[in-house]
C-alpha cells in the first residue's frame, strides 16, 4: 500500500458545481496536511494546510482532515474555470525545516467547463 | 508565504551535458531548501535536502555524484545533473520552508536530455 492515495481523476464539472478531492493515508504519524494547486509547467501553489483532525475554511475552499480515518478532503464551491489544474494533497509528520519528507498524492486533474 | 524563483524554466541539452539549476529565496534566508523531481503522472518525490554550509542530505536511490547540490548562501541553492542521460528528463522543483511554515514552490525547471 502506497503511503498517500489519490485519484488521478480526471474530474470535469460544470462551472459553479462542488468539486470534492480526496486522498487516504497509511502513516499514522502524519500530523501536518496541505493541498497545492498545479498549474500544467508550474511549480505547486499552496492553498491551504491544517494541523491535525478538523476543518478549515478559505473563501472558496474548505479542507477536512479525519485523522481517525486517515481521509483528508478538499471541497471547492462555485466552481470557476480558472479552478482548472491539477491539486495535490501532501502530508508530513514534521513542519517547516524538519519538513523535507513532505509525501504527495499522484495529484487529481480538474477541469471546471464554462 | 515565501516567494521562490527557479532558473532556467526549461532546458534541452544532449546526452552527456551536466546542467545547473537555480533556486533563490526571494524574501527569506533559508538555511535549509529542498529539490523534488516530478515525472509525468506521478508524485513529486523529495530528492534531497539543500543545507545551507553544509552538505545536502540525499533520499534513499538518488546518487548524490550525479546530482550534485551546493547552498553556498542563505538565499541560493543550485543543483547540477551531471553527465544528464535521457532519463534524467523530469520535471525538477525546490522549495523553501520558512520557520513553521508549509513549504512553499518555485515554478519547476523542465529538463528535456536528447
Known amino acids: 500500500q502506497k503511503e498517500v492515495e489519490q485519484d488521478p481523476g480526471p474530474l470535469s464539472v460544470p462551472e459553479g458545481a462542488i468539486v470534492s478531492l480526496n486522498c487516504t493515508y497509511s502513516?499514522?504519524?502524519?500530523?501536518?496536511f496541505m493541498w497545492y494547486r498545479q498549474y500544467s509547467r508550474k511549480g505547486p501553489e499552496l492553498l491551504m494546510y491544517?494541523?491535525?483532525?478538523g476543518n478549515k475554511e478559505d473563501g472558496r475552499f474548505t479542507a477536512q482532515v479525519d485523522k481517525s480515518s486517515k481521509y483528508i478532503s478538499l471541497f471547492i464551491r462555485d466552481s470557476q474555470p480558472s479552478d482548472s489544474a491539477t491539486y495535490l494533497c501532501?502530508?508530513?509528520?514534521?513542519?517547516?525545516?524538519?519538513?523535507?519528507?513532505?509525501?504527495f498524492g499522484k495529484g487529481t486533474k480538474l477541469s471546471v467547463k464554462p | 508565504g515565501a516567494v521562490v524563483s527557479q532558473h532556467p524554466s526549461r532546458v534541452i541539452c544532449k546526452s552527456g551535458t551536466s546542467v545547473k539549476i537555480e533556486c533563490r529565496s526571494l524574501?527569506?534566508?533559508?538555511?535549509?531548501m529542498f529539490w523534488y523531481r516530478q515525472f509525468p503522472k506521478k508524485s513529486l518525490m523529495l530528492m534531497a535536502t539543500?543545507?545551507?554550509?553544509?552538505?545536502?542530505?540525499?533520499e534513499q536511490g538518488v546518487e548524490k555524484d550525479k546530482f550534485l547540490i551546493n547552498h553556498a548562501s542563505l538565499t541560493l541553492s543550485t543543483l547540477t545533473v551531471t553527465s544528464a542521460h535521457p532519463e534524467d528528463s523530469s520535471f525538477y522543483i525546490c522549495?523553501?520552508?520558512?520557520?513553521?511554515?508549509?513549504?512553499?514552490f518555485g515554478d519547476g525547471t523542465r529538463l528535456s536530455i536528447l
Open positions: 522549495s523553501v520552508g520558512p520557520g513553521n511554515q508549509p513549504q512553499h
Open positions: 502513516n499514522s504519524a502524519f500530523q501536518y
Open positions: 491544517t494541523y491535525s483532525s
Open positions: 501532501a502530508m508530513s509528520a514534521g513542519y517547516g525545516g524538519s519538513q523535507g519528507n513532505l509525501i
Open positions: 524574501d527569506f534566508q533559508a538555511t535549509t
Open positions: 539543500s543545507n545551507e554550509g553544509s552538505k545536502a542530505t540525499y
